[in-house]
């Protein structure tokens, strides 16, 4: 399998940008490594098969920086056909302990992120009639979960965008999708905010997950090239999704009972 795609994907130093940064270079793509630490943008690069990948240090938190970005990437490329919104942390904690300190960097990174990436790069995909955007947001923007306020807020919003840029632009040739995992393992927390002790919970919930970070990334791989749009790429998510949408009294009534056993774990912890 071999094509010439121009894939940018942020995010990509580390986790599933990488993982899905390997996959696209392995089908033949040309890749545009971006992430905030230049090692890792430039780590990734030199793992992917094949030639003509980029590698960005970029803060996507920072409009200038991605104007730049696309600046650099119209310049070398002149546009891209698969846009991959991935850049993003984590952040835990109920609403009382939340700062607005907190919600801006959380909204900032997580949400207007992916403003920025589509902003600043869709205009080309609709110029040539094709190309897809992929925005990865997390079960936690489905769940309604407690105890991870902003993180689930910022998500849920990444899900609605994705709604409502598909309805825009897939007549117009662009494909949208967006990705709702689950806890699975990667370095997600090392740049979490917020509660200490909800980062610690996490991190356990992603040691004890019995999803792998290259079983993900295949699952996403293969529903992204098929045009899926709601990817939920961990084992046990599907269901409560199903759960939430079908019966969702009975959905809150189980997460009611989930997040109590939860916080005694914790308590014991």
């Given at each position: ?26 089908a033949g793509a040309r890749v545009a490594c971006i992430d905030l630490i230049a090692e890792r943008a430039e780590e ?25 970005l696309r600046d650099n990437v119209l310049r070398e490329w002149n546009g891209v056909d698969v846009l991959y919104n ?184």
């Amino acid at each position: 399998m071999s094509d010439s795609r121009r894939v940018l994907i942020t995010g990509a130093g580390s986790g599933l940008g990488r993982a899905m940064a390997i996959r696209y270079a392995k089908a033949g793509a040309r890749v545009a490594c971006i992430d905030l630490i230049a090692e890792r943008a430039e780590e990734t690069k030199a793992m992917l098969a094949g030639g003509g990948h980029l590698a960005y240090t970029v803060d996507v938190g920072s409009d200038a920086a991605m104007e730049t970005l696309r600046d650099n990437v119209l310049r070398e490329w002149n546009g891209v056909d698969v846009l991959y919104n991935n850049a993003g942390i984590a952040s835990g904690g109920p609403m009382i302990e939340t700062t607005m300190e907190e919600w801006r960097r959380i909204i900032e990174i997580d949400l207007f992120s992916v403003v920025r990436g589509c902003r600043l790069f869709l205009p080309t995909m609709l110029a040539a009639g094709r190309g897809q955007i992929v925005s990865t947001a997390s079960f936690a923007g489905l769940a309604g979960a407690p105890g991870i306020m902003t993180y689930g807020v910022a998500k849920a919003a990444v899900v609605a965008l994705s709604e409502q840029l598909r309805a825009e632009v897939q007549a117009k040739g662009v494909r949208v999708s967006v990705l709702c995992p689950s806890f699975f393992r990667t370095n997600l927390c090392e740049s979490g905010i917020g509660a200490p002790r909800v980062m610690v919970a996490a991190q356990r919930l992603m040691d004890e997950s019995p999803d792998t970070l290259d079983g993900v990334a295949d699952k996403v791989f293969a529903a992204a090239e098929r045009g899926d749009f709601m990817i939920i790429p961990t084992r046990r998510e599907p269901m409560r999704w199903r759960l939430k949408r079908w019966f969702p009294e009975f959905y809150f009534r189980q997460l009611q009972k989930l997040s109590a056993v939860a916080a005694m774990n914790n308590k014991q912890g």
